[in-house]
């Protein structure tokens, strides 16, 4: 009677870990759950209504535009991100994936940022990126320098960047593992957020005198 023990405890403990463990974008239970954002005839999942089956067509699956050059010249960092989440194809929702173009001008930034939901897995596809993460405590700094056909992988809510150090225009194509993986921009959201954090906090955080916290709040 006592043998069988071990195997039972072990078996218990596998299915507690299988029990806890689930993925940032809950699995379908049916092939596809086609995003709408009206509620007539529709189930809801994952946080989007499903479209009725029967009405779905090859467009719910299908998006256009990312051979189309992003506009580096509109931000001021000199960059330009076009992300294709389940707002954009609505036959990503559950399917736990989205995509995005990223475009940089010579000497162009992705700023510090984080994606909360998702892991990102970069591929160069023109120009040289120096890109890199950053671990949680004790903050350590993992760096690269990509070229023409690099892959570089980006852990789930770690904070990174890409930043073009060539004199020609880069490109780079990014999957991330949510539907909706979020984001997060370190500067805008310390300095720029709304309300304002207040300028004391900031100042005694970064060690600065409060005219530089100030003068960072009005770049954003």
Avoid: W
């Amino acid at each position: 009677m006592m043998k069988g023990v071990p195997y039972v405890v072990t078996v218990a403990i596998l299915a507690l870990a299988f029990s806890l463990a689930s993925a940032y974008d809950p699995s379908p239970l049916q092939d596809f759950c086609v995003a709408i954002n009206n509620t007539d005839s529709a189930v809801f999942v994952n946080g989007k209504f499903c479209k009725d089956p029967a009405t779905v067509t090859a467009n719910d699956f299908f998006f256009t535009g990312l051979n189309i050059p992003g506009n580096t010249a509109a931000s001021k960092l000199g960059s330009s991100v076009n992300l294709v989440n389940v707002d954009k194809l609505p036959g990503l929702n559950t399917l736990g994936i989205s995509l995005a173009r990223l475009d940089f001008a010579p000497y162009g930034l992705n700023p510090p940022h984080t994606h909360p939901r998702g892991t990102e897995l970069l591929v160069v596809m023109e120009g040289t990126l120096l890109v890199g993460f950053v671990t949680s405590n004790p903050n350590k700094l993992f760096t690269k320098v990509l070229n023409k056909g690099d892959v570089f992988v980006f852990p789930i809510g770690l904070i990174h960047f890409q930043f073009n150090i060539g004199q020609i225009n880069a490109v780079a194509f990014a999957g991330l593992s949510s539907q909706n993986p979020g984001l997060i921009t370190i500067a805008n959201a310390v300095f720029g957020s709304n309300p304002p954090i207040n300028p004391n906090i900031l100042a005694k955080a970064f060690q600065v005198d409060q005219n530089v916290v100030d003068y960072l709040q009005k770049q954003f």
